[in-house]
């Protein structure tokens, strides 16, 4: 874990963050739980997971989703199928509205969607893997 005084600092800085993108779903319409589903999994990886190893800030944390779900995510979290698909979905979401508000470049979005779609079968593969047992052979 980090120094206290980086991660809180972060973490504030994060806060602007996921209002934004709270104001965002709830123009697009958005279900209340929707909402709230869509924030928890935001903020589980933009302020538990990019502080849980050194302090990423939120625009640099795109390069680190892949690692987060291939490995913290399913050992961390109690992780089904489905839960894996609300985190991609939640993560894309939010990184979208980052790009839209001039957060992140629309190159590093396009590189996250990419990522998460062309890898999407193989986190699956993982959960299974992991509830089976199996999940370190792999590795």
């Known amino acids: 874990m980090e ?42 990886y933009i302020n538990k997971y990019l502080n849980y190893y050194d302090v ?20 961390k979290e109690d992780v089904t199928k489905d839960y894996l698909k609300e985190m991609v979905e939640s993560i894309r979401k939010f990184y979208q509205c980052m790009n839209k508000l001039g957060y992140v470049t629309k190159e590093n979005y396009n590189f996250l969607c990419n990522i998460t779609r062309d890898n999407l079968d193989f986190y699956l593969k993982l959960v299974d893997a992991y509830n089976s047992g199996t999940y370190y052979e792999i590795f």
């Not at 990423?56 to 050992?75: A, H, Q, R, T, Y």
Request: aromatic share 8%.
């Open 3 to 44: 120094d206290n005084s980086r991660v809180l600092e972060n973490k504030k800085r994060n806060e602007k963050y996921l209002k934004e993108f709270e104001n965002l779903l709830k123009e697009e319409g958005l279900s209340k739980e929707a909402i709230k589903t869509h924030l928890k999994n935001v903020d589980l």
């Open 56 to 75: 990423v800030k939120m625009e640099d944390g795109i390069i680190s989703v892949n690692p987060f779900l291939i490995g913290w995510f399913i050992e």
